[in-house]
Structures are given as structure tokens and as C-alpha cells.
């Protein structure tokens, strides 16, 4: 391991003589290029970045000509020389460093500024393997890491949104101060981190490896949130570079900032709805802190708007709202009755955009499709000292082997309902009981400890659901249920019956199946088990 050497102290200014630039993002390059060559900075460059700047009308050499050698193997090799790696890596004040540039004729490069190939985009666009591995960038993150390793000396860019703070500190200070040099050089190695895990992960999915040996998340700053979950907690939200439809790639219309709950509440919205195609019947989605609390499809969004509501109209009151089509002013205006935090949907027409308006701090999102519920993925979680992570639940109900084991089999519409439920059943939190009846929840349990509890909630909360309503019968009565794991004993399954279910679907695979489908047959009840369990933590 190497050890450290007793070097001079580097200067807090350090003059930016040289720059080397080589990005593929050109946003804004022209102008920086030009403001470097005002302050008398000589610009080095390759490729298509040499062409830019010279078709900027700006003085530029080509690193071959620093080199000595030219860019070879498609523009594989232009960068991994020594004239540039001694010029980034060099310690200006050591003697035996100076020695040995003025020996090798190597100049010092007081600033790199690199953007990496666009390996995220390329994977985000569905390329092929080929062209993903063509999209891995070698000499740019070999060149950041020395940059950044040398930061006492040489500034590092690798993001065009501080090109303004560099430009700054040349014109005030002659220079690049140490304080910015060491937060440019943090950044730089938290892009090539984020830029490998995007490239292991992706590889490692290539290749069907599920478990391997090192796991990184990477990502890029989205935003940064007021808080955390409560105000005593830091937060902010980062985005991946997945292709997928929801909260992080939505464009927000309106409303105030998202929060950290409105942030993880309104995925969870947009995962569930994204379960129900709009082909067949528009639907919606209402959540509270992460669970469902109304979820129905309908005639009209804004018939479904109105049955999960229903569901229990007290929970939703300053809810998160999805819709799994284009919202319309009519929707618009019954969302808009109640106080609600955020409604995402992949589009909002000219009414809804309107209508919702004139609410100012309702955040509207739209997202241009829904998220594919089949599709793969990983989820982790932090744990101490370390991460948990598995494949995305993207089990669904119509590719299950569904076996109907009571001596009664569901009718049609208690079969689509068992559907509906099971699919509801998938994002709410463990242990999770959902009664459903005619497209619609009716009472949903969440998160207890003891599956019967479950039970008990929601028909409660149906119970008081049709009292609000004026109801005299809860409308759990002629419903059907859904369970996310098995029932391990009877009595989950027969607090669903005193509350008027009448058919059940369940993953099974209990070591009691048999007395719970004795105790179903005893109660007229059809059930169907799934085989697959969806707990939700």
C-alpha cells in the first residue's frame, strides 16, 4: 500500500494556464471555451470537442499533438498517455515531479473538464449490448480520477452547471481556490462511482448474474428536499437513469415543492394504478402514507375517482391521487372538492390543467405512459452495515396458475373482483387484507402484526365508510378478499366471512390449508390460491 510522501504545501490559488477539455455533452462548451481563451487559458481538446471549439472560431490544440501520437482503434485510445496523465497527476512544488516534466517534456493541465460517453442514455434508449459497451468511457474517468486525486493543484469538471463557479473564481482570483477544487474533486468521484454502478448493474443483468460479488447504486441530484420523513432529518432525491414512467422522470405542471413523503407516496400511487391497463377501464388510485386508501375502476376516471373514494373518504383527505390515464376536468373537479397534496397521471387535458390551477399548491404531474407493473428491477433498502436488495415485484395475477380448491368455484364478477383485489393486495403494506366489490375497494387493512387484525381493520373501516355514506350495510357485505400471504390459521378467513366476503383469493402454502379451505367450504365461501405472495414491507 502506498504510503504518504512529505510534499510542499500547494497554494490556495493555483493559476488555471492549461485546460483539456473532452465531453460529450457540449451544452454551454462554447461559451466556456471562449471565456477560458479571454482569461489567456491554452485549450486542449479532442474529437468532436476540438471541432466544436474550433468551430467556435477559438485557438485549440488536438492532445495528438500533445501526445505524439494520434487518436486510434475508433477513438478507444487518445487520452492514455503520459503527456496527459503527468500533466494531471504531477505535484507542481516537488522537485522530483518537476524534474521528471521538464525531462519528458510534460506540461502541468491546470483543468480537465470531461463529460463521460452517454452509457445511461444509451441503456435508458434500449440500446443493444454492443452499443451500451461501445457507450463505456475508459480514458474519461482515467483522467477524472487523476484530476481529482490531484486536486490541490488541478480543478476537475464534470458537470457543465459549474462552469460558472470556475469561470468565477479565474476572473476574481486569478485562479481556482482549493475550497472549490475540493468539491469539484468529491463530485468527480461520485459520477465515475455512479457511472460504474450503472455500468456493473447493467452488465450484471446482461449476463443473468442476480447475485454478484460487489453491488452499487449510483445516482444524480434531482433535488434537495426541506426534510426527511420528519424535519429533524436531512433528505434528497436522487434519480437513477431509468426508463420508467413515475415521480422521478415526471415533469411537474404546477403546485409547490414535492416533499420527502409526497416524493415516496406518489410512487407508490403511480406503481399501483400502473397495474391496471387503461385499455380496458380507467382507474385510480388514493394513498396515505405509502398504502392504499381507495382503488377502483370505472365508467369515467371520475366514476372511479368517486367509488375510491369511497373506500374510505376520511384517509384520503390530504392524499396523494393517481390516475392511470389523461385526468379531464371533470376528474379534475371532484379530485379538487377535497384537499389533496398531489395528482400524477401521464397527461392532464386543457380543462384539468385549468381547474387544478386554481388550486396553487396542488402539485400536478404529468409522466407520458404508465410503468410497466411485468417489467424487472431492483429494489434495495439500507440495513445496518449494509443493503438488501432483490428483483422488483413484478408478479401478476394473469400469468398465475389461479386453483380454485373450495367445493364452490367465484362467479365472473367474483373472479374479477378476487383479480382486482390481488392486485391492490401487491402495494399494500404487510400483513394486508383488501375487500373488493365491483371493480372497487371497499376496506383496506394494512401493516398490523397479525393478519386477523388486518381483517377486523378493514371491515371496520368499511363499517364506518357507509355510516359517513348513510349507509345501513357496509359494503363489505357481498364483497370478495385478498390476502398478500396465507392464512396461517382460520380465523383471518372467518372475520372476512362475518364481515359478508364471500370468496377469497390467497397465495396458499400454509401448513393449515386444509382447515382453512374446511372452514371456507363450512361457509359457502369460493377460494382461489395463487401460489405467489406479495408481502410488501
Known amino acids: 500500500m502506498p504510503t504518504a510522501k512529505a510534499h510542499p504545501q500547494?497554494?490556495?490559488?493555483?493559476?488555471?494556464?492549461?485546460a483539456l477539455l473532452s465531453v460529450s455533452d457540449k451544452t454551454g462548451l462554447a461559451e466556456f471555451a471562449r471565456a477560458l481563451h479571454e482569461a489567456g487559458v491554452e485549450l486542449i481538446s479532442t474529437g468532436g470537442t476540438a471541432k466544436a471549439i474550433k468551430d467556435a472560431a477559438l485557438p485549440v490544440k488536438d492532445v495528438s499533438d500533445l501526445t505524439g501520437f494520434p487518436e486510434m482503434m475508433d477513438g478507444r485510445v487518445k487520452t492514455l498517455h503520459?503527456?496527459?496523465?503527468?500533466?494531471?497527476?504531477?505535484?507542481?512544488?516537488?522537485?522530483a515531479h518537476a524534474a521528471a516534466m521538464k525531462e519528458h517534456g510534460i506540461g502541468g493541465i491546470d483543468l480537465l473538464v470531461v463529460n463521460l460517453y452517454p452509457f445511461e442514455e444509451t441503456v435508458a434508449k434500449g440500446g443493444t449490448y454492443d452499443d451500451c459497451i461501445e457507450n463505456i468511457d475508459i480514458g474519461g474517468p482515467a483522467m477524472i480520477r487523476a484530476a481529482a486525486k490531484n486536486h490541490a493543484y488541478v480543478a476537475v469538471v464534470v458537470d457543465a452547471a459549474d462552469y460558472d463557479a470556475v469561470l468565477s473564481e479565474i476572473r476574481g482570483k486569478s485562479g481556482t481556490s482549493l475550497a472549490l477544487r475540493t468539491r469539484l474533486a468529491q463530485k468527480a468521484y461520485a459520477r465515475t462511482a455512479a457511472y460504474d454502478a450503472a455500468i456493473s448493474n447493467w452488465m450484471a443483468d446482461a449476463i443473468g448474474e442476480t447475485a454478484p460479488t460487489y453491488r452499487a447504486f449510483g445516482g444524480t441530484l434531482k433535488q434537495t428536499l426541506r426534510y426527511g420523513e420528519n424535519p429533524h432529518q436531512i433528505a434528497s432525491f436522487y434519480v437513477s437513469g431509468e426508463n420508467r414512467p413515475g415521480v422521478a422522470n415526471a415533469v411537474q405542471l404546477q403546485g409547490k415543492e414535492l416533499s420527502y413523503n409526497n416524493i415516496n407516496d406518489t410512487d407508490a400511487a403511480f406503481e399501483l394504478v400502473g397495474e391496471f391497463d387503461p385499455k380496458i377501464a380507467p382507474a385510480i388510485a388514493i394513498i396515505k402514507h405509502a398504502n392504499p386508501c381507495g382503488v377502483a375502476t370505472g365508467a369515467t376516471?371520475?366514476?372511479a375517482y368517486r367509488k375510491a373514494l369511497a373506500c374510505d373518504p376520511v384517509s384520503a383527505f390530504g392524499g396523494i391521487i393517481a390516475a392511470n390515464m389523461t385526468l379531464d376536468g371533470e376528474t379534475a373537479e371532484e379530485i379538487a372538492r377535497i384537499f389533496t397534496e398531489v395528482i400524477?397521471?401521464?397527461?392532464?387535458d386543457e380543462d384539468a390543467r385549468r381547474i387544478i390551477g386554481a388550486k396553487k399548491n396542488l402539485r400536478l404531474l404529468v409522466t407520458g405512459g404508465l410503468p410497466d407493473a411485468g417489467a424487472p428491477g431492483l429494489n434495495f433498502k439500507a440495513v445496518a452495515g449494509g443493503m438488501l436488495v432483490q428483483s422488483r415485484d413484478n408478479g401478476r395475477i394473469d400469468d398465475l396458475d389461479l386453483k380454485v380448491v373450495t367445493k364452490r368455484a367465484p362467479t365472473a364478477q367474483e373472479m374479477a373482483d378476487l383479480k382486482f383485489a390481488f392486485r391492490v393486495c401487491k402495494h399494500v403494506k404487510s400483513n394486508a387484507i383488501i375487500y373488493v366489490k365491483n371493480g372497487a375497494t371497499v376496506g383496506i387493512g394494512a401493516g398490523q402484526m397479525s393478519r386477523v387484525d388486518s381483517a377486523r381493520i378493514a371491515a371496520r373501516k368499511a363499517e364506518d365508510a357507509a355510516q359517513a355514506a348513510g349507509e345501513r350495510t357496509p359494503a363489505t357485505v357481498g364483497s370478495v378478499v385478498a390476502s398478500d400471504a396465507f392464512f396461517p390459521f382460520a380465523d383471518g378467513l372467518l372475520s372476512a366471512a362475518e364481515a359478508g366476503a364471500t370468496a377469497v383469493i390467497q397465495p396458499g402454502g400454509s401448513v393449515r390449508d386444509d382447515e382453512v379451505i374446511a372452514a371456507a367450504d363450512e361457509k359457502g365461501l369460493a377460494m382461489v390460491m395463487t401460489g405467489m405472495r406479495h408481502f410488501r414491507h
Open 344 to 348: 400524477i397521471a401521464p397527461d392532464a
Open 10 to 18: 500547494a497554494a490556495d490559488i493555483q493559476r488555471v494556464r492549461r
Open 82 to 95: 503520459p503527456k496527459v496523465h503527468g500533466g494531471l497527476l504531477a505535484i507542481r512544488d516537488d522537485a
Open 301 to 303: 376516471l371520475a366514476d
